[in-house]
């Protein structure tokens, strides 16, 4: 099992900056790529960004190009998500979650460990 913990959400104004981080503890966080995905109410979940084990290749989706950036510490069992020049449309739960399968799409299935989720809100 490995349990994953995000931290770092909360309340900013538009055009401000939140640095989430997810922490994988259990067992061997190694092999994984790592997804933030957020979702707002009644909406579908959404893929933001990706990041494969060797944090080599990295994906992210349109609407986060240019403003958020995923990073990760293998040393620390940490996943980052750096967003900058937060937008009110960006208000969501966000989550983090591993999969054995890096890949810029989001399927249901996809995923072996979630986390549960932080709340991120931009003010406009």
């Known amino acids: 099992q490995v349990q994953l913990v995000e931290s770092g959400g909360g309340l900013v104004q538009a055009g401000g900056s939140l640095r989430l981080s997810c922490a994988a503890s259990g067992r061997t966080f190694s092999g994984y790529a790592m997804d933030w995905l957020r979702q707002v109410p009644g909406k579908e979940r959404e893929l933001v960004a990706a990041i494969r084990w060797s944090g080599g290749s990295t994906y992210y989706a349109d609407f986060v190009k240019g403003r958020f950036t995923i990073s990760r510490d293998n040393a620390k069992n940490t996943v980052y998500l750096q967003m900058n020049s937060l937008k009110p449309e960006d208000t969501a739960v966000y989550y983090c979650?591993?999969?054995?399968?890096?890949?810029?799409?989001?399927?249901?299935?996809?995923?072996?460990?979630w986390g549960q989720g932080t709340q991120v809100t931009v003010s406009s």
């Open positions: 979650a591993a999969s054995q399968a890096y890949s810029g799409r989001y399927y249901p299935d996809k995923y072996d460990y």
